[in-house]
Nanobody, 130 residues
Framework: QVQLVESGGGSVQAGGSLRLSCAAS????????MGWFRQAPGKEREGVAA????????SYADSVKGRFTISQDNAKNTAYLQMNSLKPEDTAMYYC???????????????????????WGQGTQVTVSS
């Protein structure tokens, strides 16, 4: 019902910045939460940042607080992840995910848990060199 496409990944030196984009299509009016997750080789998928549809609530993993910012442009049906002061340990495949309003919509307490989400993008690679 919702399709998500990430873009904006690439290679950057430590201390640099990248902005990831997540374009949503389909039944975008039903989106309740959007989140960014990442997964490095051999690691489990990790919640990075999430926000509600209005952008009034935001949640971040401790490892990225103060460096990453999640935002959205509802007119463009697009969410963003601004990543500043990047570190080599930020290297991972980054995924966008969405939760829809409805019986399976989850709650705010679960916005950084991958199991909360049922719609995922294909991922975009971020590589940070030292």
């Amino acid at each position: 019902q919702v399709q998500l496409v990430e873009s904006g990944g690439g290679s950057v030196q430590a201390g640099g910045s990248l902005r990831l984009s997540c374009a949503a299509s389909g039944y975008t009016y039903r989106i309740k939460y959007m989140g960014w997750f990442r997964q490095a080789p051999g690691k489990e998928r990790e919640g990075v940042a999430a926000c509600n549809v209005g952008g009034s609530s935001r949640s971040y993993a401790d490892s990225v607080k103060g460096r990453f910012t999640i935002s959205q442009d509802n007119a463009k049906n697009t969410a963003y992840l601004q990543m500043n002061s990047l570190k080599p340990e930020d290297t991972a495949m980054y995924y966008c995910a969405a939760v829809l309003f409805g019986p399976d919509g989850g709650s705010w307490s679960g916005v950084l848990f991958p199991t909360t989400y049922h719609y995922w993008g294909q991922g975009t690679q971020v590589t940070v060199s030292s």
